[in-house]
């Protein structure tokens, strides 16, 4: 047993990272572990998330478990959590009740959670206390190790906690089972070092650790073989890439980099205002497999609170940023994200947030509420803001950027723009769908031979979250 500890995740050293490429080796006895087993998973919060889920995924496979969509069927069900604000942490708990439901009447179901959530000492806490009936709880340095985790929890009958308040290494050799066949996720960095004072993620995640380049193009590499068309780069903080690392090589570079091998589309997320340089933006600009579209967060538009936040950057730094994106970048989307009822945000403060939306029009921003999140420095805060003010201030937010989002997509009535369709559209299964170059989401009048394809689609209608379009012969 291993439990969380906030004061160790909280720690940052000059200690090498070690990168590791022979940990991952499974015994016979883990193998058959999985036989005639089936297990589900749910995955909540981020890309980084749903990436490591397809690494649970394989390790499971490996194992011969098998996969099934439904909660009911399973023998091993596993959420994924997401500790980034309060309701996905009360969506997990909820959850948590349903499979105790499924246990009562499935005694040799396992049942576990793992991701950010088992990260937080607040909730291992609560796991001890109140749900000591969950099988195995582990951490997002620990994913390596989960036929460990399982063969220990079934051996002994009982919870198995491993979750390590480290600042973690860089695991190469974990295999990974994609859930889509034509874009792919890559891990270019693990955890953050920016230490944002609303954000819980430095804690759960660790110290900043770029992946050696040599890793991350040859993994693009082999994707390109494999016939895919779209990466997307991922980090908390993916322009810092390379601060880390002893060697001169940092995120234009390795954009460079990816870029020569060919891939169709390379996106990368999330970009922080801070480290977003002119050369970064420059390779953006001269490879046209790099994607024109890029997610900046501003979370506020009142300098008092960007402060308040440790975001490094005022709202005057950002919009010089954004107006050199927008001019050195023909077509670029630019998206965001935003929080409202911070500690201390006042009416001013908050009217200072709508200027700047009016400012930038963003193409689309993801807004959200202040919340608080133990252990990290802004829980401490004062925290004067109602809670029908926040909900105030979010609904006339939304309202501001939805009129923007659907300005942006205005601009794309009858333009003809590269789409890669990805599948059947969920509501309407004679249509297909994908999203341009800029990541918007397009529904087109095309043939299933062309699901996989990057092909020239003419916009037909306009929608606030999509687009309709037909395919261009
Ligand atoms: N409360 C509300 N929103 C948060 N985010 C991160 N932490 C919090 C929090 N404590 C938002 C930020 C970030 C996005 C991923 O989630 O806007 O960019
Ligand atoms: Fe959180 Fe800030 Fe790091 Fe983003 S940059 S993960 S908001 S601490």
């Excluded at 890029?294 to 730094?317: A, C, D, F, V």
């Excluded at 077509?331 to 709508?354: A, K, M, R, W």
Aim: charged residues 30%; proline residues 3%; hydrophobic residues 35%.
């Amino acid at each position: 047993m291993k439990l969380p500890n906030l004061a160790n995740a909280r720690k940052r050293t000059k200690n090498p990272v070690e990168v590791i490429t022979d940990n991952y080796k499974l015994t016979n006895d883990m193998k058959k572990l999985g036989l005639n087993r089936a297990y589900y998973i749910k995955t909540y919060g981020c890309q980084m998330n749903e990436h490591d889920t397809e690494k649970i995924k394989a390790i499971l496979e490996d194992m011969n478990f098998y996969e099934v969509d439904k909660m009911e069927e399973a023998d091993l069900i596993l959420l994924n959590t997401c500790a980034i604000r309060e309701n996905a942490h009360n969506k997990v708990f909820g959850m948590i009740g349903r499979i105790k439901h499924l246990k009562e009447s499935k005694p040799h179901l396992i049942a576990g959670i793992c991701g950010c959530m088992a990260q937080e000492e607040v909730v291992v806490d609560e796991i001890l206390t109140k749900y000591k009936w969950l099988d195995i709880v582990f951490g997002t340095h620990n994913i390596h190790n989960l036929p460990n985790i399982l063969a220990t929890s079934l051996a002994k009958k009982e919870l198995e906690i491993e979750v390590l308040s480290v600042e973690g290494d860089v695991y190469e050799n974990i295999p990974v089972k994609r859930d889509n066949l034509y874009k792919a996720w890559i891990n270019v960095m693990y955890g953050c070092d920016k230490f944002c004072t609303y954000c819980i993620v430095p804690y759960t995640r660790g110290k900043q650790r770029s992946r050696q380049p040599e890793f991350i193009v040859e993994e693009v590499q082999t994707l390109v073989n494999e016939g895919y068309q779209e990466i997307t780069l991922l980090g908390q903080n993916v322009n810092a890439y390379g601060k880390d690392l002893d060697i001169d090589y940092r995120m234009e570079n390795l954009l460079e980099d990816v870029a020569k091998t060919g891939i169709n589309r390379i996106r990368f997320v999330t970009s922080h205002p801070w480290d977003f340089t002119d050369k970064m933006i420059e390779v953006i600009k001269n490879n046209d497999n790099i994607m024109p579209y890029i997610h900046l967060p501003i979370q506020s538009g009142s300098n008092k609170i960007l402060k308040l936040m440790g975001r490094r950057y005022t709202k005057e730094s950002y919009f010089e940023l954004y107006n050199k994106i927008k001019d050195a970048i023909p077509n670029v989307s630019i998206t965001t994200d935003i929080i409202v009822g911070f500690p201390g945000e006042t009416e001013e403060d908050f009217n200072e947030t709508l200027d700047i939306v009016n400012k930038c029009q963003f193409d689309s921003a993801f807004t959200f509420i202040f919340s608080k999140r133990v252990g990290t420095p802004a829980a401490k805060m004062t925290d004067n803001v109602s809670l029908e003010t926040k909900n105030k201030r979010l609904q006339e937010l939304n309202k501001l950027v939805n009129k923007y989002s659907n300005l942006a997509n205005q601009k794309y009535l009858n333009k003809t723009v590269p789409v890669l369709l990805e599948g059947f559209s969920e509501k309407n299964k004679k249509t297909l769908f994908g999203y341009t170059d800029t990541m918007k989401l397009v529904n087109v009048e095309a043939d299933e031979s062309n699901i996989g394809k990057i092909v020239d689609v003419k916009i037909t209608e306009v929608k606030t979250w999509s687009l309709d379009g037909k395919i261009c012969e």
